[in-house]
Each structure stands twice: as C-alpha cells, then as structure tokens.
C-alpha cells in the first residue's frame, strides 16, 4: 500500500514556466514532509521540509504548500530552469514513533529552454 | 560529494550469489538507514541502524540483512540473489536516529543476472 501517492509521474515545462507536483497521504499521524531532488547517478538530496503547524514554506524558487484538512502537500517551482530538470520525490514521516520515511513514487521534470 | 560513501557503485552478479553492499556515513553521524529503489516500487525503506543498533525495521526480506559497526559504517548483506533484487540501493545518514535531514549516498547499483 503507498502512504504516499504523488503525481504527475512526469513533467514538461517551459523554462520561466511554473512546475507543481502533487503528493496525498493518509496517514495523519506524518508530522514532517520533505521534497528530495534526484539528478540521474546520484542519491537524493534534500530539497526542502515543511511541517504541519505552517501552510507554506518558501525557499528561493522552490515553495511547499501544505493543506492539513485534505491531507495534501504541494511543490511549486517558480521561474522552472533547465537546471531544475530532475526527479523530485515527497516523502512522509511520523518522528516520534519511527525513522522510517515514506516516499511518494517520483516525478520526473524536464524543462525545455 | 553528499559525504555519504557508498561501494561499490556498481555490481553485477549471478543469481543464488551473496553480495555485501558498504556503507560509510557523513562525519558525526550515528544513524545510518538503507533504501531500494527500484523503477516500479519507487524508495522502499529497508532498514535503520543507530549507533550499532537496529532501531527500525522496514519491508526488508529475510535473505537481506544488515548490521552497523562501531566505526559507524554499515553494510547490507544481500544474499541468495533472485532477478527481481536488481535495483539502486541507498544509503542515508543523519546525526540522531529521528532522521530530519536524510543525507543520501549516491547508490549502488545491483544487477542480478
């Protein structure tokens, strides 16, 4: 069963253009939800984390959009650049019973210059 | 350079065979967790290790198994190796066992033929 379910599976976007990627979960014990950034050959790599006591947490061009009630949280990339061409991942996880994060199943974004 | 270090990056071995993935984690950290991830289960944790000790368990299979030495280094035991166990698998630090802040390796790649 996937805790976390994340969509589109893949993205075009114009460069400038706006990139949002989608995850719902159930379990409403997460109380912590990181974006991780995969380039091709690498590990992920933490990208940015919200928790549930705020709506939106904004990094540079990156921003997290939370919706507690409908148990969905959001990626938005401003000003998408050919750079940001990767696999992004969500993931949950509850810290005060488990380590164990669970991760949405990938994203792969292509911008176009 | 995540300061995770995994060997070997690639592997490519029969099946039946036994394999043992290496792990070293970032400098200061204790916990060390490992990942497969594979094209169609996405990142499914494996297993946690925190300071030498198992502290979670995921969906890890009983030929698989791990352990965490005192340098803090840890290594997954892969064995009786069947087609469907190719995957990247992952390591990831943190400095406490709650796992904000997931530092990943960049992976090995096992390829069971």
């Known amino acids: 069963q996937q805790q976390v379910k994340q969509s589109p599976q893949s993205l075009i976007v114009q460069k400038g253009g706006i990139s949002i990627i989608n995850c719902a979960y159930e379990?409403?014990?997460?109380?912590?939800f990181p974006w991780y950034q995969q380039f091709p050959g690498k590990g992920p790599a933490l990208l940015i984390a919200i928790r549930p006591d705020v709506s939106e947490k904004k990094e540079g061009r990156f921003t997290i959009s939370f919706n507690k009630s409908a148990k969905q949280f959001s990626l938005h990339i401003m000003d998408s650049q050919p750079g940001d061409s990767a696999t992004y991942f969500c993931a949950a996880n509850q810290s005060n019973t488990g380590n164990q994060f669970y991760f949405g199943t990938g994203t792969s974004l292509t911008v176009i210059p | 350079d995540s300061g995770v270090t995994q060997t070997p990056k690639h592997l490519i071995t029969a099946t039946g065979q036994r394999v043992t993935l290496r792990c070293s984690p970032r400098s200061g950290d204790l916990s060390v967790y490992w990942y497969q991830q594979s094209l169609d289960q996405g990142l499914q944790f494996l297993i946690q290790y925190y300071n030498g000790e198992e502290r979670a368990k995921g969906n890890i299979l009983e030929r698989f198994s791990a352990q965490q030495f005192p340098d803090l280094h840890s290594e997954l035991n892969l064995s009786s190796l069947e087609l469907g166990d190719s995957a990247l698998y992952f390591c990831?630090?943190?400095?406490?066992?709650?796992?904000?802040?997931?530092?990943f390796g960049s992976g090995t790649r096992l390829t069971v033929v």
């Open positions: 379990n409403t014990a997460f109380d912590y």
């Open positions: 990831a630090s943190s400095v406490d066992g709650v796992g904000y802040g997931y530092t």
